[in-house]
């Protein structure tokens, strides 16, 4: 189960970048962020929340590779209890990304988040009537 999800220093100002540029990339920045949102709400089966690549990603330890559409690509890496948001963008660019950071075990970000079960299920609960 996830307890912490910690972004890359770059990733908001990818996902900046990408919202600025077109539709297309706006709209897979979109589908990114649901897949965060949905390992925030504790899915345990990563296959579901949203179309992996073919081959997975096996330049990175633990790494996942998800296609957003339109060429656009999300490199995660599950270790543990924590999610790490790695990289967004073209298929090139994350490719680039991951020939960088090839065989890279350990990532070390500043930037956290706690996710914690219990918050989530008082929010939802509040917003109901």
């Known amino acids: 189960m996830i307890q912490h999800i910690k972004y890359h220093p770059r990733f908001h100002k990818q996902c900046e970048k990408l919202k600025r540029s077109n539709d297309k990339a706006s ?8 897949i965060i949102l949905a390992f925030k709400k504790h899915r345990k089966n990563f296959n579901t929340m949203g179309a992996l690549s073919h081959s997975g990603e096996l330049r990175l330890k633990d790494g996942i590779k998800y296609r957003l559409g ?11 209890e924590c999610l790490f948001v790695l990289c967004i963008g073209s298929h090139d660019q ?27 299920k008082k929010k939802k609960s509040q917003h109901t009537p």
């Open 27 to 34: 709209k897979a920045v979109e589908n990114a962020l649901d």
């Open 70 to 80: 339109n060429g656009y690509r999300l490199v995660l890496s599950i270790r543990k």
């Open 94 to 120: 994350c490719d680039k990304w991951l020939e960088k950071n090839r065989g890279e075990e350990v990532f070390s970000f500043s930037l956290q988040e706690k996710v914690l079960m219990k918050n989530l």
